[in-house]
């Protein structure tokens, strides 16, 4: 009988990694398992930087000149290097991917789907759509924090269901999800270290549910097994950087967030940033099923059954936290998103938001006044916010130069650069960011408005130029004519009423006059 209970609860494990070997299949081919130079993502900086850390920690180097990453995917891929040089990382994202679905289980229980419906869930969140398979298939740190942060959620689900009086109470029922608990949330810092914020949230929810059950064994395996793991690992950062925090974690607090225009983000982000951006397209366009996952948050916010709220108000919780993080964040724009991948950022949400779109679906079906939730939905929708020319003093959200002859567009929108106005000088990339559009650079403000008199001051390179200084470094911007370069157009925001873009068509990019 416990084999054939074994092999049932295995098989939806079994389906999703056959899933997920197709998906590799239609990602890469099977050539591109055999030889890394195949792979499109070989050069790319951010996965070379994995490798590195990997082969340091394999050869004992703890000099954090090699290392850049958080710390625990590199040491997972360890192993790999030298059974599998081409792909190190492989076996590791599949076996994060199969974790996440493990706990992304235990919620869906508690949200009234069953294991089969979840795993068929899980896959059309993960896999069904391209844009998003890969994202679990290329090498990222997101991949270990999502399946530690569906790990802790599904913990967490697990020590709600086991309170007494619930068909999950056992003497012994809390003690192996206070294990994964504590695990989970003490590696997840090392993984990714802001998704540490939602770990907390997830934790003080798991803290309410071993409190009401007066768990006292529980509470001491989970601080265990969170302090050996958190340990365990913050020894080897200690034995890297010190006490200080690494390189990875300085360059992001350079961004930082910019929760004032949050609401301008989310819509160049989900809706539409072809009028701000010059191309791209609205997460919500490339997967309208996430509005149905915003109905579903909402009315399961309001008219969740009793034995259900904590798990529903902690997931929801974590999933707009994290949400509205991801969108304030100031290195988050719709660029990245599609060109750079960074729709990976959004990776463990993306199910979440599934879950919540099927329960929608059924509760509707039982209470179809339940269908007001997507009005909200749908009239946030209703709103655009497109450019708009300015005068040369009011404040502006763009402003537009010439382009240098020449110009392309990667080496323009990375150039370390910058601009000025009349409050002071911005940096590219992290006051503002410059994007080639039609012959035309397109500054885009990320931090603050511009405030007038804007001049292009160039690249590092243009700089040298100016100052008789040719360092010979990366030169991405041609010193064609005068520099600085004075602004062709300013523009600011324009806040109308009318059809989401893809039932009227996307703006046009704004040229100057």
């Known amino acids: 009988m416990r084999a054939r209970a074994l092999a049932r609860a295995a098989w939806p494990f079994a389906a999703l990694a056959l899933a997920y070997l197709l998906t590799v299949w239609r990602v890469v081919g099977l050539p591109g398992l055999r030889d890394p130079a195949l792979l499109y993502w070989h050069d790319w900086q951010d996965q070379a930087l994995y490798v590195r850390s990997a082969s340091a920690l394999a050869a004992g180097n703890f000099d954090a000149a090699v290392h850049y990453y958080p710390l625990l995917y590199p040491l997972l891929g360890m192993p790999f290097l030298s059974v599998w040089p081409s792909q190190p990382f492989f076996l590791i994202d599949l076996a994060c991917y199969l974790l996440a679905f493990a706990g992304f289980r235990s919620v869906a229980r508690a949200f009234g789907v069953l294991t089969w419906g979840a795993a068929l869930l899980f896959a059309a969140t993960t896999l069904a759509q391209f844009g998003i398979a890969k994202l679990w298939i290329e090498p990222w740190t997101t991949t270990p924090s999502a399946a530690l942060l569906w790990l802790a959620l599904g913990a967490m689900a697990r020590l709600w269901g086991g309170l007494p009086g619930t068909r999950d109470a056992t003497a012994s029922s809390s003690r192996w999800p206070a294990a994964i608990l504590g695990i989970a949330l003490g590696l997840i810092a090392f993984a990714r270290p802001g998704d540490a914020i939602i770990g907390a949230i997830i934790a003080l929810s798991a803290a309410a549910a071993l409190y009401r059950a007066r768990d006292g064994r529980a509470v001491i395996t989970a601080v265990a097994s969170f302090a050996i793991a958190f340990g365990l690992i913050a020894t080897l950062y200690g034995r890297i950087y010190g006490a200080a925090p690494s390189p990875y974690m300085l360059y992001s607090a350079q961004y930082g967030f910019n929760f004032a225009w949050l609401g301008w983000k989310a819509y160049v982000v989900l809706v539409d940033p072809h009028g701000w951006f010059g191309e791209g397209m609205g997460l919500l366009e490339y997967a309208p099923w996430l509005l149905l996952g915003g109905a579903g948050l909402i009315a399961a ?57 099927l329960r929608f679906v059924l509760d509707v079906r039982r209470r179809p006044v339940l269908l007001v939730a997507l009005a909200p939905v749908l009239l946030a929708l209703t709103i655009r916010l497109e450019p708009i020319r300015v005068g040369p003093s009011a404040p502006a959200r763009m402003v537009i130069f010439p382009a240098p002859n020449g110009a392309e567009w990667t080496p323009t929108y990375f150039a370390t650069a910058w601009m000025a106005d009349t409050t002071g000088e911005l940096r590219n990339s992290f006051d503002y960011h410059q994007i080639l559009v039609a012959g035309r650079v397109h500054a885009v403000a990320l931090r603050r408005p511009f405030t007038g008199d804007e001049r292009w001051l160039g690249d590092a390179h243009v700089r040298a130029l100016l100052a008789g200084k040719d360092d010979g470094g990366f030169a991405p911007l041609y010193l064609t004519g005068p520099w600085p370069k004075p602004a062709l157009a300013r523009y600011g925001i324009a806040t109308t009423i009318s059809l989401p873009h893809w039932f009227s068509g996307a703006p046009a990019v704004p040229k100057p006059e």
């Open 301 to 357: 916010c309001v008219a969740t059954p009793p034995a259900r709220r904590p798990v529903t108000l902690a997931v929801a919780a974590a999933g707009v936290i994290y949400s509205v993080l991801m969108l304030a964040y100031v290195d988050l724009l719709p660029t990245g998103l599609w060109r750079f991948n960074n729709l990976h950022y959004f990776k463990w949400v993306l199910p979440l938001f599934g879950l919540f779109a």
